[in-house]
């Protein structure tokens, strides 16, 4: 049994004053402040807040501070912004130089350096002219000509004019007058006598229909009169000896700025009712409220300030170290704390006090449950555990329960405490496993619930939702078959069990049946959820993104950010007390206004800030046409307010390309498509605030043409071109065909006719002059009874023919056959001719006899010539020379044939005398076959003849030069 101790505790002391303040957000240098020295500051009716500073006139978009200025303007301080109804903002320096802003640039509108000679003035903007308030003068500048005319001047002291009842009002001593077109006329509005040295520093406001007005040294704000002497009414001691710099009234509520805070008022019975007090002893110098319902700032030497809930609210709670770890509820009253080094304590909501509870380690607080049926605090630390009882202010401690992540009550004796070692029921303090199951005894849980309404224990597990019924039978919740890792477990009133998960929303359980998921789909800003907190049947839900408000009956969300103040989403504990929700975090303690935490929707504008194509920033406008080869486009955009960037998602889709929306993350405000393919396109973009999707769509189109390829004309052009192209060329193929086909027929009757000429050379060659000639040799030897000479006669004779036979078969042969037949030839001749015919037939070294080719039956009619027509008729010596070699570059092969004979001359002079028995026609016969052989070839062949003669021109014979191409 362990050892138990009790500690009785007298809380001696309280802790005070520890008061709330709404959640404030300092902007400075680091936060991209320009400045911190600012001297007004205004929105205009796009959104856009403009910050007269020091260092220069700034514009903020929600992101960026934009700093306007021109080469003409005189030092960097501006004062007084005011916007036009064109929607421009004016300023004006301590050098008399009035500027406006125009698309993105400051022009100088008017210099009245001369005329002011360094004095601040006030001015409105009205519809033809600028209205310029000077201590002594009063100005009127017109827009258009820029002249510069005196409406009124006096020596009196002109006081800072103002607006009352839809009337711009100007006081001037102690009288006030209205200024209507160029003219002053007197109202009946009374003021009582002050110091009128000042007058130009007065301030006048209206207050529930009334009008006020106060001095900065005066102890009194006095409420105009009308008819009768103003009425004083003494200042509050907060204000006196402060200088006051600005009144700004809102809903009945006064804000005054001053040198030392801003105090907020209600003016009831002439008496001021402080109603708050905030940036206490900072200079503020002027503040707005935007249309975002965000409270700005600013002062003198400690930048911005905003405000952007005034509901949300932080507890001035100090801490000595770590941070709140866990809080329960006693009553509507107190709350207890604990806290990641061991402090705790009961906190007073309603009179901000802290009673501690001094505990017996400094280890982390992990978890504490209130029991209203003992009035006892269950406290479980990492390493202790204690029954705390309110009423007595006692402490035992008893280590049953230690490390517990969630302590959740059963009944008046009984509660369950689910840790790391698994889920135990303390029932009369004493522990016992709610699972005899070995799996779930030592099971990590990260936490449980007791449904009142069904009686069922639910523990979440490392890996299930397990849900145990009155006889601790256990049973698993899935969904859709996978487990749920929850992280949190809360009841609504109408018996609707929800559970938090680390990645899968929110699950509604209803007679152990998942009913509804609630994702990023249908109104989660994030799916990752921890805590949660039932509101009757509205349901708290703290995400890494916002914290939300469910209403579960309408399935509506509504969103808080850090836009709205909050610090942090690392809530530590959530707890209901009448209207407000306190909650814990790294960062203090804090309360919301449950009812009235929630702005009105706005619509926010989105509008683009730039277009790049190709990476070059162009003009924006509302459509771009981009060439193919330039499909680059990125687009930027914005919508104004405080932090927009982080309060609002965007996205967008291109229709035209894909009609669903994507969703950017938080921060980026710019698309970019690398490469666009031709067409028409449609860039929407919208924004996101919480779950709630605006229908503000901005839109620009934006056009890719095609390349001239994709173009119509160029496929008409192409069709033609085809067209034509598939004409010409079966218009080219069929006249192919028929030229084919003509070189075929032309082809074989050259075949034919090379048949012929073959045929006409072989007949050459046999003529019946040579066989009668041959036989007659025979014959002679025979009856000369010379057998052997008629054998080998006769032998070389037979060769001869049957070499002639076969080359007529052919159309070429080696030049080695060709030479045999010639020599065959030649030796016959010889013979007949009885020894008188000498002939040298000589071939070159370097000549392949095997490898060269030559036409059939082609050189020996010109030898047959040579002896025939050249050596026939030759007395004494004949002689024949025939040669083949190769040229100097061994690309063709020369014959010379050549003969010491009477000459082509002498020969054609006895053949026309000579008595024609038959026609001799081996020469005429070559010639005609050699026409037929060139037709096919690339290289001619080509004979050339050359009469030969001595000094004395007498004729030494023919020479035949036969040049036949190797390579065809």
Not at 547 to 569: P, R
């Amino acid at each position: 049994m362990k050892k138990t101790i009790l500690y009785l505790l007298l809380f001696c002391c309280a802790i005070t004053s520890f008061a709330q303040q709404p959640v404030t957000i300092q902007l400075t240098e680091k936060d991209g402040l320009p400045d911190i020295e600012f001297y007004n500051i205004i929105e205009d009716s796009n959104g856009f807040i403009w910050l007269a500073a020091d260092k220069g006139f700034y514009c903020y978009d929600g992101k960026e501070y934009e700093n306007y200025t021109n080469s003409e303007k005189r030092g960097l301080s501006v004062f007084e912004p005011v916007e036009d109804k064109k929607g421009r903002v004016w300023c004006v320096n301590i050098s008399g130089q009035l500027f406006y802003t125009e698309n993105g640039k400051l022009i100088t509108f008017a210099d009245l350096g001369e005329i002011l000679k360094g004095e601040l003035i006030n001015f409105i903007v009205r519809d033809n002219d600028i209205l310029v308030f000077s201590i002594n003068n009063v100005y009127s500048i017109n827009l258009k000509s820029k002249l510069v005319s005196t409406i009124f001047a006096t020596k009196s002291l002109i006081g800072v004019p103002f607006f009352y009842n839809n009337e711009l009002l100007l006081n001037i001593e102690n009288k006030i007058y209205a200024i209507i077109g160029n003219k002053l006329v007197s109202r009946n509005i009374l003021i009582t006598s002050y110091d009128f040295s000042l007058l130009s520093k007065t301030s006048f406001f209206q207050y529930d229909k009334d009008l006020y007005f106060l001095q900065p040294t005066n102890k009194y704000i006095f409420k105009v009169g009308l008819s009768k002497s103003s009425q004083s009414i003494l200042l509050p001691s907060d204000l006196q000896n402060k200088q006051i710099n600005y009144i700004f009234v809102k809903d009945n509520i006064l804000w005054v700025c001053t040198s030392a805070g801003v105090y907020v008022y209600s003016i009831k019975n002439n008496q001021f009712i402080l109603k708050a007090k905030y940036l206490e002893n900072i200079f503020v110098t002027k503040m707005i409220f935007d249309h975002n319902e965000n409270y700005w700032f600013g002062t003198l030497k400690d930048g911005i300030f905003v405000i952007p809930n005034i509901h949300i609210n932080k507890y001035a709670f100090r801490l000595k170290l770590g941070s709140i770890s866990c809080l329960t509820k006693v009553n509507e009253e107190i709350l207890f704390y604990g806290t990641t080094n061991g402090e705790a304590g009961l906190y007073n909501i309603k009179t901000n006090t802290v009673k501690s509870i001094p505990l017996l380690s400094k280890r982390n607080i992990t978890s504490a449950l209130y029991n209203p049926l003992l009035n006892e605090i269950y406290i479980s630390q990492e390493d202790k555990s204690y029954y705390y009882n309110v009423k007595k202010h006692s402490i035992e401690n008893q280590n049953t329960f230690l490390n517990a992540k969630r302590l959740t009550l059963i009944n008046e004796n009984t509660f369950l405490s689910t840790s790391f070692n698994g889920a135990e029921i303390i029932k009369n303090r004493k522990d016992m496993p709610i699972s005899k199951r070995d799996d779930l005894i030592f099971k990590r849980t990260y936490t449980s619930h007791f449904s009142s309404h069904s009686g069922k224990i639910y523990v979440a597990y490392v890996d299930n939702l397990v849900v145990f019924d009155k006889n601790l039978n256990e049973s698993i919740i899935r969904n859709n078959g996978k487990p749920i890792f929850a992280i949190d477990i809360v009841e609504t009133a109408d018996g609707t069990v929800w559970v938090s998960t680390f990645k899968d929303g929110v699950f509604g359980i209803k007679d152990g049946e998942i009913i509804v998921n609630y994702t990023e789909a249908n109104g989660l800003v994030s799916n990752q959820t921890s805590k949660i907190k039932n509101q009757n049947n509205n349901l708290w839900i703290v995400t890494d993104k916002g914290i939300q408000l469910l209403n579960t009956a309408k399935s509506s969300f509504q969103t808080l950010t850090k836009t709205d103040g909050i610090d942090s989403y690392t809530i530590s504990g959530l707890e209901i007390f009448d209207k407000q929700l306190v909650f814990s975090s790294n960062k203090n303690l804090f309360s919301l206004d449950t009812k009235n935490v929630f702005k009105k929707t706005n619509n926010t504008n989105i509008y683009f800030t730039s277009v790049a194509i190709d990476e070059t920033e162009v003009k924006l406008g509302r459509k771009y046409v981009l060439e193919h080869q330039n499909n680059s486009i990125k687009i930027s955009f914005n919508s104004n307010g405080f932090l927009s960037s982080n309060k609002y998602t965007y996205k967008y889709r291109l229709l035209g390309l894909n009609k669903k929306w994507v969703n950017l993350e938080s921060g980026i405000n710019f698309v970019k498509y690398n490469s666009l393919p031709a067409g028409d396109y449609v860039f929407q973009v919208a924004y996101q605030n919480g779950s709630l999707f605006e229908n503000s769509i901005k839109e620009i189109a934006i056009e890719v043409q095609s390349p001239f390829w994709e173009k119509w004309w160029f496929y008409s052009i192409i069709g033609v071109c085809l067209l034509a192209f598939f004409w010409g060329y079966f218009s080219w193929r069929i006249n192919r065909l028929k030229q084919r086909q003509k070189e075929i027929l032309d082809k074989e009757l050259i075949n034919k006719k090379l048949v012929f000429s073959q045929l006409e050379a072989l007949r050459s060659q046999m003529n019946p002059h040579f066989i009668f000639n041959a036989l007659n040799s025979i014959q002679e030897y025979i009856v000369l009874n010379d057998g052997k000479l008629a054998r080998m006669y006769l032998v070389k004779f037979s060769k001869l023919i049957r070499i002639y036979l076969e080359h007529s078969q052919q159309n070429e042969i080696v030049l080695k056959e060709e030479i045999k037949a010639l020599e065959l030839y030649l030796e016959l001749e010889k013979l007949r001719f009885e020894d008188v015919l000498q002939y040298d037939l000589t071939i070159a070294a370097n000549l392949s006899q095997e490898k060269t080719k030559i036409p059939s039956l082609f050189i020996q009619p010109y030898v047959e010539n040579a002896i025939k027509h050249g050596l026939l008729h030759k007395k004494g010596e004949r002689k024949l020379l025939v040669s083949f070699r190769l040229n100097l570059e061994e690309t063709h092969l020369i014959c010379c044939v050549e003969d010491n004979g009477i000459g082509r001359n002498a020969s054609f002079i006895l053949n026309q005398n000579k008595v024609k028995y038959h026609t001799s026609f081996a020469t005429s016969a070559n010639e005609k076959r050699l026409n037929l052989i060139n037709i096919d070839r690339l290289q001619k062949i080509s004979i050339e003849t050359i009469d030969l003669s001595k000094e004395n021109n007498e004729c030494a014979g023919t020479r035949i030069i036969i040049t036949i191409p190797l390579n065809n």
